[in-house]
């Protein structure tokens, strides 16, 4: 099959996935086509099967900001026209559902009709999607979609809440490669860290406000003052600089590392004990997912589709969205035992299984025939 990905080429969790995703489809015999104005990042090298198309705004002085819709459309359309794609999957709604939309309606002008499924990854639909000043052209693009997935089943929800979709939206979950993240031997890089032994939580993100990183570090707070801790903190972006304030602010410095965005995130979770998520918002919790395959239990937030992924009392525990104290009480009861601690990280490593590549590919494989087909039924 011929599948065309547009997704944002960033280290935003939609873009990981359809990255990972089109990889994994290539390495199945798969033919994909990238379309995104930069490099997706985790596009390394030649990858056999693998096509790389870039959107170019247009720069012209009467526009204050570049139409990317129109030029992302006007790619897509040229795209599938020379490449002969069966199928165009654009991951995150906005835009790229509308482009999408406004793509398959100039191809059916051309004689050429292009089956559009549209993921839907979470603040997509949470936070940008539901502004009033684009959720009609949004919840119309969506609608439009030859298929609709999510990648929880409490993002699916929410989406019903929000919009008017009519539509059945597939429930198919983020997944992790266990080829990059899994157990793994560090423990020369874990003395550079923790010289005294010390434990080691971890928290990785984007650095915004529905994060609630300063709940990482108060639970930390509590943490240190029973044992002897080591807080990482990884990623970059708008409240990194208050956060970094708030470790100075609480005399943590000395036990707290900020270390930015980091690619080799596998390394830091391979020689940490705990992984911190308190966020206010969370559709699936990626970094969750991947701190479990490497056997680190998570100690999170009960919010959004968190609570699918981290089962509680068995790989990690859920707390109130804010409650620090619940969140430093229940790290400290793993942290105090180490058996009790063993055995969730067995756990969560179990429970990580679940959500393998292989699995997750053959689910959209399964999706990309069903809509093609149906489609084709649909003209018969």
């Given at each position: 099959?011929?599948?065309?990905?547009?997704?944002?080429?960033?280290?935003?969790?939609?873009?990981?996935?359809?990255?990972?995703?089109?990889?994994?489809?290539a390495a199945k015999g798969h033919e994909v086509h990238f379309i995104t104005y930069r490099m997706p990042v985790r596009l390394n090298g030649f990858q056999q099967n693998i096509f790389y198309h870039e959107v170019t705004p247009i720069d012209y002085a009467l526009f204050?900001?570049?139409?990317?819709?129109?030029?992302?459309?006007?790619?897509?359309?040229?795209?599938?026209?020379?490449?002969?794609?069966?199928?165009?999957?654009?991951?995150?709604?906005?835009?790229?559902?509308?482009?999408?939309?406004?793509?398959?309606?100039?191809?059916?002008?051309?004689?050429?009709?292009?089956?559009?499924?549209?993921?839907?990854?979470?603040?997509?639909?949470?936070?940008?999607?539901?502004?009033?000043?684009?959720?009609?052209?949004?919840?119309?693009?969506?609608?439009?979609?030859?298929?609709?997935?999510?990648?929880?089943?409490?993002?699916?929800?929410?989406?019903?809440?929000?919009?008017?979709?009519?539509?059945?939206?597939?429930?198919?979950?983020?997944?992790?490669?266990?080829?990059?993240?899994?157990?793994?031997?560090?423990?020369?890089?874990?003395?550079?860290?923790?010289?005294?032994?010390?434990?080691?939580?971890?928290?990785?993100?984007?650095?915004?406000?529905?994060?609630?990183?300063?709940?990482?570090?108060?639970?930390?707070?509590?943490?240190?003052?029973?044992?002897?801790?080591?807080?990482?903190?990884?990623?970059?972006?708008?409240?990194?600089?208050?956060?970094?304030?708030?470790?100075?602010?609480?005399?943590?410095?000395?036990?707290?590392?900020?270390?930015?965005?980091?690619?080799?995130?596998?390394?830091?979770?391979?020689?940490?004990?705990?992984?911190?998520?308190?966020?206010?918002?969370?559709?699936?919790?990626?970094?969750?997912?991947?701190?479990?395959?490497?056997?680190?239990?998570?100690?999170?937030?009960?919010?959004?589709?968190?609570?699918?992924?981290?089962?509680?009392?068995?790989?990690?525990?859920?707390s109130e969205i804010g409650d620090y104290e619940d969140m430093a009480r229940n790290a400290l009861s793993l942290l105090l035992d180490d058996s009790r601690l063993a055995a969730f990280r067995q756990n969560a490593m179990t429970r990580a299984q679940d959500f393998g590549?292989?699995?997750?590919?053959?689910?959209?494989?399964?999706?990309?025939?069903?809509?093609?087909?149906?489609?084709?039924?649909?003209?018969?």
């Open positions: 099959m011929k599948i065309g990905i547009v997704c944002y080429p960033t280290y935003g969790g939609s873009g990981v996935i359809a990255t990972e995703l089109g990889l994994g489809l204050d900001f570049s139409p990317y819709e129109s030029s992302l459309a006007s790619k897509i359309v040229n795209v599938v026209l020379n490449e002969d794609l069966d199928i165009l999957h654009v991951h995150y709604a906005v835009p790229h559902a509308t482009a999408g939309y406004l793509a398959k309606k100039i191809l059916l002008e051309r004689g050429k009709y292009i089956p559009v499924i549209t993921t839907l990854h979470g603040t997509d639909i949470t936070l940008v999607g539901i502004d009033q000043s684009i959720a009609p052209v949004i919840e119309f693009s969506i609608q439009q979609s030859d298929g609709v997935t999510s990648v929880s089943q409490d993002l699916k929800d929410e989406t019903l809440r929000q919009f008017q979709i009519h539509k059945e939206i597939q429930v198919i979950p983020n997944f992790i490669d266990f080829k990059r993240f899994g157990p793994s031997n560090k423990s020369h890089f874990r003395e550079l860290v923790a010289p005294q032994g010390e434990k080691i939580l971890i928290h990785i993100s984007n650095f915004r406000k529905v994060k609630r990183i300063q709940d990482v570090v108060s639970m930390f707070e509590i943490v240190r003052d029973v044992l002897p801790a080591k807080l990482l903190l990884v990623g970059d972006g708008p409240e990194r600089g208050y956060i970094e304030s708030l470790v100075r602010d609480k005399g943590l410095s000395d036990s707290t590392r900020c270390l930015g965005k980091q690619d080799a995130v596998e390394e830091l979770l391979a020689i940490s004990d705990i992984f911190v998520l308190p966020s206010e918002k969370e559709s699936f919790g990626l970094v969750a997912l991947e701190a479990m395959a490497c056997g680190v239990p998570v100690i999170s937030s009960n919010a959004g589709g968190i609570g699918e992924v981290n089962t509680h009392g068995e790989t990690g525990y859920l590549l292989d699995k997750i590919l053959l689910q959209y494989e399964a999706y990309y025939s069903e809509v093609v087909e149906a489609r084709r039924s649909a003209l018969a």
